[in-house]
């Protein structure tokens, strides 16, 4: 049964999603960054420390 107030609103999400991205990209450049930098000095961090060790 189909009821009066049911629409196919999946065409009109993904254009909202899709425009959100789309206006969000700096923000999402900007935690792009953050997440690769905080991986780099995770790492840095761990090379240092098993580099002190040998020493």
Partial sequence: MTW???NDTSAITKKVAKKSLQSE???NLMVV???ALAAFLICFTG???FCL???
């Fill in 47 to 49: 090379i240092r420390k």
């Fill in 25 to 27: 990209k700096r923000r």
């Fill in 4 to 6: 009066p107030f049911e």
């Fill in 33 to 35: 960054i953050a997440v």
């Fill in 53 to 55: 060790l040998m020493v």
